[in-house]
Structure formats: C-alpha cells, structure tokens
C-alpha cells in the first residue's frame, strides 16, 4: 500500500514507466538505457485520465472523413476503397470508444476482451498517466521518459 503521486490517496494499483539513461557505447555513440520506475496511482486518477483523451474521440471522427472519398469516386475505385477501409476502422474505434466510457460511467468492474480492444488497458493509461505526471514536474527533460506503450514498440514486447 502506498499514496497515489497525483491525489494522494491510499491505493495498491502502480504504474511503470521507463526513464532513459545515456550511455557512451563502445562504438562512441550516445545509447539510450532504459530503467523501471515504478509509483502509486489510484484507479480513479486513472479512470480520469482515461475518460479526459479528447485525442481519441478526434481521431474517430477524423476517420469518418473516409466516407467522402467514397462518395467522390465510388466504392470501387482505389480511393474509395481506402476511403472505406479507414471509415470502417473509425467506425470500429469509436464502437469501442463508446464502450469504454460506458463502462467507466456505470462503473462496470469486468475488463475489456484483449480481442476488442488490445490498445485499452489500465496499466496502459495509469503508465501514460505517471509519465504525464513526470513530464508536468520536469523530470523529462530530455524527452527519455516511456511509457510501456512507447517502451514496447520500440524494444519489443515485454
């Protein structure tokens, strides 16, 4: 048990993130060693944060933009099926948009499938969350503070 870093309260839940470390390698190039830091954050900050994306939401819409090709050049030419395509994924991101703020409204306790939505996941936001955190206090100075997301595109999965 520990006190969340943002409100202060009681709480089990943690949040990781890596903080990059530079070293001078063999070769003489600057490599980048990335360390575990890991604090409190409570689910209800993290809920917060997650509900607060107005990114997520403008992306969707941004998608539905698809449509217009399709109405441009028909449904079977090279544009309109792009257009189709990127409308279909907006339309599938925001049916699950909606169902994660329906399930953090009624405050639903069951997780999202991995198959519906394999980019929602607590730990995902609450890493995203801590690393705001640290970037709003100045630790991240040199832009070397990942999130897990960041830290396994670019390493690999975990």
Not at 7 to 33: H, N, Q
Not at 50 to 64: D, Y
Not at 102 to 126: G, M, Y
Request: aromatic share 10%; net charge neutral; glycine share 10%.
């Amino acid at each position: 048990m520990g006190s969340c870093v943002d409100c202060g309260c009681e709480t089990k839940r943690t949040a990781t993130v890596y903080v990059g470390v530079p070293k001078i390698g063999v070769d003489g190039l600057l490599e980048m060693t990335y360390i575990p830091q890991t604090d409190f954050l409570c689910p209800d900050c993290v809920e917060k944060h997650a509900r607060h994306n107005p990114m997520q939401l403008v992306l969707c819409l941004f998608l539905q933009l698809g449509w217009v090709e399709i109405a441009r050049h028909g449904l079977y030419s090279v544009g309109g099926l792009l257009g189709a395509g990127l409308g279909l994924y907006g339309l599938w991101r925001l049916t699950i948009l909606l169902y994660i703020r329906c399930r953090t409204w009624h405050k639903w306790s069951n997780r999202t499938p991995k198959w519906l939505a394999k980019e929602v996941d607590a730990e995902w936001e609450a890493s995203d969350l801590y690393r705001k955190l640290l970037m709003d206090q100045g630790r991240d100075a040199d832009g070397c503070i990942l999130d897990i997301r960041a830290y396994q595109r670019i390493h690999g999965d975990l």
